[in-house]
């Protein structure tokens, strides 16, 4: 079925590097998730007042809220899809990740008037009326849910969307909301025992915690993440591809929305080749990485020492040392300025991020101290750095 909506409602379907095509996947999503609850919501809400019982009638609510978060996807996604403007240099990608937002605070609202409900209706219990139809109804919207939320993460995954896997996560917890509240009534039906009240603590408290979720899994790149480390290597691996370059650092990314970023990223060149010949080599990246990657990368040049000998015993030194210190940490821009009393070492040192000053501190002085035994003269300039690569 999937598949089917897929190709029959997406033009260009495969190509999901493209704005229009990945504006496509989530106009359809939305669509067909507002179709989906609606329906959902009606049947549910009409089962509620048959049986008299609050937490199918919040499980219903709860399927109109989603479909409120269908419809301000939709708006998002379309938004998102705007062109960039004077205003707006870098596109309005990012508005696809508040609309995301907007719909957490809905889902936190619909659970936090359930969760009141739900202890008006332990203080002041009803009778339910059991209908083994009711059931029957639950059951096929459980299937419902099944099959969008997987359908939202099979679109999720093909066009890298926080917005359809936050849907995914969603849906799954309206299949285990909705599986509950059929157990209540079951358990009513075969004891006589009244738990609605309290299953719909459970399904609010569900339901809230999703919110949660979506806001979490919205709000990081809003803030601003980490780069993955999949995506460091793949821009690394790219940048080091050329020739004439034979090592980079210090990549930043720039998230302004799916799909589009800016990056910045330091590529070492031989100190001795030609300025003109490297900087070539560098616009070549940087205009192939839009083509290539999608990516708007900016590339600074640093020139490395790769002939004199001396320079580079010393570097590879500060490296094996550094390593069997800390092996979290690493050196780069190593440069030494020679002289007869008096050798400067200087370099970045990058630690994790989570190292406190006193860390730092430790591992630099350590470092010194060891280099220091293998020459007296060395003196240090040390520009202490933390790495904007996710788990480092």
């Not at 009778?127 to 109804?137: D, G, K, P, R």
């Not at 990657?293 to 600074?300: A, D, K, M, P």
């Not at 007869?340 to 406190?356: A, E, G, H, S, W």
Request: negative net charge; aromatic residues 8%; proline residues 3%.
């Amino acid at each position: 079925m999937t598949e089917f909506l897929v190709r029959h409602f997406i033009k260009d379907y495969e190509h999901t590097e493209k704005v229009s095509v990945r504006t496509a996947y989530g106009v359809l999503a939305s669509i067909v998730g507002i179709l989906c609850n609606v329906f959902l919501f009606i049947v549910k809400f009409i089962v509620g007042l048959m049986v008299h019982s609050v937490s199918v009638t919040a499980d219903a609510f709860n399927n109109l809220s989603d479909a409120g978060s269908s419809l301000i996807s939709f708006v998002g996604v379309k938004i998102a899809s705007k062109p960039a403007d004077e205003e707006h240099p870098f596109g309005h990608g990012r508005m696809e990740y508040i609309s995301a937002l907007i719909v957490s605070f809905l889902v936190l609202e619909v659970g936090f008037t359930f969760l009141k409900d739900s202890i008006g209706k332990i203080k002041s219990p009803e009778v339910l009326n059991f209908q083994m139809a009711s059931v029957i109804i639950l059951i096929l919207s459980i299937g419902v849910k099944l099959w969008l939320g997987f359908f939202n993460r099979k679109l999720g995954k093909k066009i890298d969307s926080k917005v359809m896997m936050a849907v995914f996560t969603d849906s799954m917890g309206d299949v285990l909301t909705t599986s509950v509240t059929i157990l209540s009534l079951l358990f009513f039906y075969f004891t006589g025992i009244n738990i609605d009240g309290i299953v719909g603590i459970g399904v609010a408290l569900v339901v809230m915690w999703a919110g949660v979720g979506i806001a979490k899994d919205t709000l990081e790149p809003l803030l601003g993440e980490a780069v993955d480390p999949e995506e460091y290597q793949r821009i690394k691996h790219f940048v080091e591809g050329y020739d004439g370059i034979i090592g980079s650092h210090d990549l930043i990314v720039h998230n302004y929305g799916p799909n589009r970023s800016m990056a910045s990223i330091h590529a070492e060149v031989p100190n001795n080749a030609n300025i003109t010949e490297s900087h070539e080599i560098i616009d070549h990246i940087e205009r192939d990485a839009i083509e290539n990657l999608g990516i708007f990368l900016v590339v600074h040049m640093d020139p490395v020492e790769i002939e004199d000998e001396n320079i580079l015993l010393i570097q590879n030194l500060a490296n094996t040392l550094i390593a069997e210190i800390d092996p979290s940490c690493s050196i780069h821009d190593f440069r030494v300025v020679d002289g007869k009393n008096q050798i400067n070492l200087i370099f970045d040192l990058v630690v994790p991020r989570d190292y406190d000053k006193e860390k730092q501190h430790d591992v630099e002085d350590t470092l010194c101290k060891k280099l220091k035994e293998h020459d007296e003269r060395y003196e240090f300039v040390i520009t202490v750095e933390h790495s904007f690569v996710s788990g480092t």
